[in-house]
């Protein structure tokens, strides 16, 4: 196929990776007729386009779980709708609990939707959550403290984990990056699963709140099995088999209509 100018073996190349799943340099570069300088310059470009992820030796195709969004792009994804499931999520907590807010731009959506409560304690591991929480003039802010993690602005490590072990806390509201009945719920960073499992363990109530592109999705990082969440709150896409599933466990569903939003 050594025939194909440079867009045309490119855009193959994403089409092949797409299908497949991953894509070696060699394969390719027997595959179109061309050298393997070639071929690396070709995902070079394509990584850099957000079009597929370079891996050891070739590439595989690109997802929000093989390749970790950001904060800020995080954010700029279902925005609208991660409002609404703040909403929902925050409609959740009443005055006078004592609130674990874990980290991410859907959790952040549910503390701008705290401002209104009264006698409530709040502690995160997301410094964007205790700035959108100095808002609020009757919520008191507790953050884990431990190492900052730029890309997500979020603390770990065992000072934020030793930190959570001295308090009770009645409600905990967990992100996710990957929600899967066989695997239970995930994320990227292995030190954000190990804070995240501490947090369950101390939390009489986990409610769990994600849109529905998360699902029949798994992160490397396992932080707990389906069956220990209390509530999910979530959009309508989500597979009609984890409504039955979940709702076996005795997880109480909160979904929103997403085809409104």
């Given amino acids: 196929m050594s025939t194909l100018n440079t867009i045309e073996r490119q855009q193959e190349i994403v089409r092949m990776t797409q299908l497949q799943g991953k894509v070696s340099v060699a394969a390719l570069a027997e595959y179109f007729g061309v050298s393997e300088v070639t071929i690396r310059s070709d995902l070079a470009m394509l990584d850099q386009k957000q079009l597929l992820v370079r891996s050891r030796g070739g590439a595989m195709v690109n997802s929000e779980l093989i390749r970790e969004l950001s904060l800020k792009e995080k954010g700029s994804c279902h925005s609208v709708l991660k409002q609404e499931l703040g909403k929902v999520a925050a409609g959740l907590v009443y005055n006078g609990d004592r609130l674990l807010l874990d980290s991410g731009t859907t959790t952040q959506q549910v503390a701008a939707n705290l401002m209104e409560h ?59 990056d990957g929600f899967d009945l066989r695997a239970g719920l995930t994320t990227h960073f292995e030190k954000e699963a190990s804070l995240n499992r501490v947090m369950c363990e101390i939390a009489s109530e986990i409610i769990v709140v994600t849109d529905s592109s998360k699902f029949d999705q798994q992160a490397f990082h396992v932080i707990c099995s389906s069956r220990r969440i209390t509530r999910l709150v979530a959009d309508t896409g989500i597979p009609e088999r984890y409504v039955d599933e979940l709702t076996k466990q005795g997880v109480q569903l909160h979904l929103i209509e997403k085809a409104n939003l």
């Fill in 118 to 176: 009264k006698d409530l304690i709040v502690m995160t591991n997301g410094l964007n959550i205790a700035t959108e929480l100095a808002k609020a003039d009757e919520v008191e802010v507790m953050l884990t403290g431990g190492l900052l993690r730029k890309k997500s602005l979020s603390f770990y490590g065992n000072i934020a984990e030793n930190s959570l072990r001295d308090y009770n806390f009645n409600k905990l509201i967990l992100g996710v």
